[in-house]
C-alpha cells in the first residue's frame, strides 16, 4: 500500500505564489513518473506537470513559465511551486505518481486526496 498526502494548498491572491508538496510512503521501491492533475468546479481534471524519473517535465500551455515542478527521491516528495497566480488556477490540486513496490517492475498509480487552491482577483 502507498499513500499519497499533499500539503501546501490555501487562499493566495492573483500575482502571488504557493508551493504544493505531496509525499508518498509505505511500500515504496522505487517511484518512476510524478505529475500534478488540478480540478475546477464544473470542469475535467487536467494534469498540470509531469516529472519523469529521468528528470524531463512537461507543463500544459496554462502554466508554462509560471508553475514549477521538482522532487526530492530521498524524501519520495513531488513540489509544484506556483508564481503569478490567477484566479483560473482555483481548484483542487491532486498529486499522483507511478510507483513500483518490488523489484518485479510491475507500476501502480497512486493518488493523494486533493488540496483546495484558491486564487481571489
Known amino acids: 500500500q502507498v499513500q499519497l498526502v499533499e500539503s501546501g494548498g490555501g487562499l493566495a491572491q492573483a500575482g502571488g505564489s504557493l508551493t504544493l508538496s505531496c509525499t508518498a510512503s509505505g511500500s515504496i521501491f522505487s517511484i518512476n513518473d510524478m505529475y500534478w492533475y488540478r480540478q475546477a468546479p464544473g470542469n475535467q481534471r487536467e494534469r498540470v506537470a509531469r516529472?519523469?524519473?529521468?528528470?524531463?517535465?512537461n507543463y500544459a500551455d496554462s502554466v508554462k513559465g509560471r508553475f514549477t515542478i521538482s522532487r526530492d527521491n530521498a524524501k519520495n516528495t513531488v513540489y509544484l511551486k506556483m508564481n503569478s497566480l490567477k484566479p483560473e488556477d482555483t481548484g483542487a490540486y491532486y498529486c499522483?505518481?507511478?510507483?513500483?513496490?518490488?523489484?518485479?517492475?510491475?507500476?501502480?498509480?497512486?493518488w493523494g486526496q486533493g488540496t483546495q487552491v484558491t486564487v481571489s482577483p
Open positions: 499522483t505518481m507511478i510507483v513500483s513496490i518490488d523489484s518485479t517492475g510491475v507500476e501502480y498509480r497512486s
Open positions: 516529472l519523469t524519473s529521468g528528470g524531463r517535465t
